[in-house]
C-alpha cells in the first residue's frame, strides 16, 4: 500500500490526523520498531518518547508521529514521509489492522470436529479438528473455533467470536458478540465455593452461570469461574489478559482492563473503565469504583472511590504509596536516629 | 421440591435445624441471592450478614437463617417460609446439592476416544470424545473423564472421580477416590530442577510420582509436579482452587485449602488444614504448621507454628501485621516528627 | 548398575569427583531421598546439608556426597558405598539422568494426528493422537509431539523438541533445537495490546513472532505472547518455570530461570543469567542487568545494574530489604517512642 493510500485511510480514522509528508510516497507492508523498522515498513512515535535518537538513524519508510516541533523538525531533515496525528499510537493501531492480511482459512466444519445432539450453527462458522461442541450449545454466525476447543452443552456463542486452540467453555455459559477467548483459558467452570464442617470441606454446588457480554477479550490460561447461585459477569468490551482468575460471582464493568496475573476473589464489583496492572488482586466482595486504576501488585481489601489511584498492600492512595515506599528504604536511618535521640534525651 | 420435603431432608444433614415455618409450604426449584431470588427459589443469610435491607424486600420463596431474632422477626413479619439453622450455609450448600439434577449423561466410551494398550477400566465410567489414556493405565469405577483429557501411561486414577476436559494427568500419578481435576490443569508434570554448571542449566530427573488422595479437588490451569525422587503428595480432602502451583516434592496435610493463585515453592510442607488465601507464596521446604490461616499475598519464607495467623511479606503474625500496616501509612509523618525532633534537640 | 559403573561414569562427567569407597559394590536400580531411600537406591547430600542425622541412618546402597569430614566419616563409619564430589547434586543428576530409561516408545505419526498441507517433518518424529499441525509448520528430526498439541499454521520446531500434551504453538513461532514446552503452556498468542480511544479498547494488531532459542523449556500453563511489530524472544538455556507470563516484546539472555508466577510485562529487557524468583513481576520496558537475582514476590519498576541481588516492591538492594523488613515489624514501637519524645520535647 502506497502512503497516500494509507493517509486517505487514517484521515476517516479515529487518530486524528493534523499534518503530513507524502516524500517518495513509499509502498508500505508492515510495521515496525523504530529501530528496526524497514524502509518497506511503518513506524512511530508516542508523545514524549525516550526515542529521538532511534528516529534520526530509523530506515522506516514512514514514520508516524505526535505533533512535536522537535520530531517533526528532524523529520523533515531526513526527507522522510511522516504523519502527525493526535494520538499516533492508536494511529499506528489503525495502520496495522489495514495492513494484516484478514484471515481468508476457508469456513468449514473439519470433519474430525464433533458436534453433540441439538447444537445450533449459524451461517459461516468455521469448527476446527478435534474441537468439541456438547449438546444444544448454539454457536453464531462468522464464529470461528479452533482445533481442540471444548464446549460444554447448552454454550451460548454469538456472532463473530473467536475460541483459540484448547480452550474450554463449561455449561450454560454465555458469550457475547466479537469476543476473543484465547488458548487454554476456561469459562464457567465451578467457583471454589466450600463450606467447613467437622467432616471437612462440603461443596457447595456451583448452579450459576458465566456471561461474557461483547467485544471481551479474556487471555491465555485465565479462569472465570460461575457462582453458586446467580452469575459472573464481565462487562462489555473488557480486556483481560494471561493467567487472571475472576472469581465466582464478580461483576465487571464496560471497558476495564486486567493485567496478567490479576485475581479477583469471589463476589467482587468492578464499575467501568477500571484499570488493573498485573498481578494484583482484588478481595472477597470488594468494591472498585468506575475508572480506578490500581497499580501492579496493589492489594484491594477494601471498597475504592472512583477515579482513585491506588497501590500497595493494603491499597492506599498511589501518591501516598509513593512517599511511604520512599522512607520505608530509610527505615534503618529511622530507627537509628531515634535510638540516638533516646539516648541524648534520657541523659 | 415442597419446603416440607426439604425441611425433612435438611433435619438428617449437618447443618443443624433449629426452628422453621412452613408457611405456605412451597415449591422451590432452584437457589438465588437474597436480592435477586425468585418465588420459586431458595436463598440464606449467614451469621451476621449485612443483607438485613435485603431480607426485607426478598422475594425468595424460602429462606434458611441463622437463629438472630432481628433475621427471624423480619421474616415473621413478611410472612415467607423460613428456616433457622446453626449453619445456614451448609443448609444452603446441602439444599442446592440436592436441587442440582444428577448427571444423567449416559456412561460410555466415545468412539472417538483413544484407548492404549493395557488399560484397564471399571464399570460405570464415562470416557469423552478425543480422551486420550495411555499405557498400562488404570480408571476406577464411576470416573468421568470428559472431552480432550490426555492421561499419560502408568496412571491410576480411583473411583469416582472426575476429570474436566483438556486436563493433563502426566505418567505414574496416582489420583484417589472422588477427586475433581478441574479443565486444563496438569499433574504430575516435571519439577523444575535444573543444577548450575559452567556449560548452564544441568536438568536435574524428575523421577518420583504426585499422589492425589481422595476428595481432592485440584483447580483450572493449576499444576502439580513431581519431583526428583519419591513423591509429591496432597492430602486428602484438600481443596485446591485455580491456577495454584504446587511444586516437586510438597507434601500438603489432610483438607487443606488453597485460594488462587497460590504458589507453594520445592519441597514445603503443609500440615492439615492449612487455609492459604489467595497469591500467598511458600518458599522452599518452609514447614506450615497444622491450621496454620494465611491471609492474601502473604510471602511464607520460615517455618510456621501450628495455628498461627500470618500476614505479609515476610509473613509475621496477623495481629502484628495490620498494626504495622496502618503505621507504614504514616511513615511520611514519621520521618517529618523525626527531623524536627532532630532540629529541636541538635539546637 | 554396579556402583563401580556409575563411579566410572561419573568420572567422566562434570561433578568431580574426589574420593570414594566402592564398599560392597551394590547394584543400583534409581535415586532417593537420605531418609526414605532403599539399599538399591542411590541419594545425596548437598554440601551444608542439614540432614546429617539422617545419614547416620539411611538405609541408602550408594550415598553421593560433598567433600566434608564429618559427613565422610559418618559414611566410613556406616561401611557403605559412598563418593565425595565437588558439586555432589550435579553428580546426583547425572546419576538420574544414566539411571532413567530412554523414551523407547515407537516413534510414530499416529492415524490420528491431523497434518495440514505444506507440513514438512524430519526423521524419526513421534506425533500423538489428536494433535494437530497447521499449513505450512516445520517439524524438525527427532521431535516428540505429544497428543492434543496444537500448532498453528507456519511454526518451526528444530530438532529434538518435545512438545507435552495439550499445549498450544501460534502461527509463526521459532522453537530452537532441544526445547521442552510443558503441557498447556501457550507460545506466540496475541500481545496484550489496545489502545483506550473515546469508543472504549482498540486493539493493536500483534503482528510480530516469537522465537524461542535451543534449550530453552517453558513449564505447564506458561504464556508467551507475540508482540504488536519485531518479536519476543527467549534466549538460549534459559528455564521458565509453571505459570509464568512472559509479556509482548520481551527479550530474555541466554540461561536465566523464572520460577513459578513470575510475570514480565511488555518490552521488558533480562541479560544473560538473570534469576528471578517465584511470584516476581518485571514492569514494562525495565532493563534487568546479566546476573541478577531477585527473591520471591520482588516487583521490579526500574532497570537493575547487572549482578545486583534484589527484594521487595518495589525492588531495593536485598541487603537493605532485609533490615528494612526486620524494622519495619517494628514500626508500632517506632511509633510509640516517637510521640513519647514528642510529648517529652514538647514539656
Chains 1, 2, 3 share one sequence.
Not at 479515529?14 to 510495521?31: M, R
Not at 477494601?302 to 512517599?323: C, H, K, M, T, Y
Amino acid at each position: 500500500m502506497r502512503f497516500n493510500e494509507l493517509i486517505t485511510y487514517l484521515n476517516k480514522g479515529n487518530a486524528k490526523l493534523i499534518e503530513f509528508h507524502i516524500g517518495d510516497n513509499p509502498e508500505i507492508f508492515s510495521g515496525g520498531s523504530i529501530d528496526k523498522a524497514l524502509p518497506e515498513q511503518v513506524s512511530f512515535l508516542e508523545k514524549g518518547s525516550p526515542y529521538k535518537k532511534e528516529l534520526s538513524v530509523s530506515k522506516a519508510g514512514v514514520i508516524l508521529l505526535p505533533k512535536e516541533e522537535e520530531l517533526i523538525s528532524i523529520a523533515k531533515q531526513k526527507g522522510i514521509s511522516w504523519a502527525a496525528f493526535k494520538d499516533p499510537r492508536l494511529a499506528f493501531a489503525e495502520t496495522l489492522t489495514l495492513l494484516t492480511p484478514k484471515n481468508t482459512a476457508p469456513k468449514e466444519i473439519h470433519p474430525k470436529a464433533i458436534i453433540k445432539e441439538g447444537v445450533q450453527i449459524g451461517k459461516n462458522v468455521s469448527i476446527g479438528a478435534n474441537a468439541y461442541v456438547g449438546e444444544n450449545s448454539i454457536i453464531g454466525s462468522d464464529c470461528i473455533i479452533h482445533p481442540g476447543v471444548v464446549i460444554y452443552e447448552k454454550v451460548s456463542i454469538s456472532k463473530g467470536s473467536e475460541l483459540h486452540a484448547n480452550c474450554v467453555i463449561h455449561p450454560s455459559t454465555a458469550i457475547g458478540e466479537n469476543c476473543v477467548i484465547h488458548s487454554n483459558a476456561v469459562v464457567g467452570s465451578e467457583g471454589f465455593g466450600f463450606v467447613p464442617t467437622s467432616n471437612g470441606w462440603f461443596k457447595m454446588p456451583q448452579t450459576g452461570v458465566v456471561v461474557i457480554e461483547d467485544y471481551v477479550e479474556i487471555g491465555c490460561n485465565s479462569t472465570i469461574d460461575r457462582p453458586a447461585v446467580g452469575e459472573t459477569r464481565i462487562g462489555a468490551g473488557t480486556k483481560i489478559d494471561n493467567l487472571v482468575q475472576i472469581g465466582h460471582g464478580v461483576i465487571t464493568g464496560k471497558g476495564c482492563a486486567m493485567a496478567s496475573q490479576v485475581g479477583i476473589a469471589g463476589g467482587a464489583q468492578l464499575g467501568d473503565g477500571v484499570i488493573l496492572a498485573g498481578q494484583v488482586g482484588v478481595g472477597n466482595r470488594v468494591k472498585v469504583g468506575d475508572g480506578v486504576i490500581a497499580s501492579s501488585k496493589c492489594g484491594i481489601h477494601a471498597d475504592i472511590q472512583p477515579g482513585e489511584v491506588v497501590s500497595g498492600f493494603p491499597a492506599i492512595s498511589n501518591r501516598l504509596w509513593l512517599r511511604c515506599s520512599s522512607h520505608f528504604k530509610n527505615l534503618p536511618e529511622i530507627a537509628k536516629a531515634l535510638k540516638e535521640i533516646k539516648r541524648h534525651t534520657s541523659q
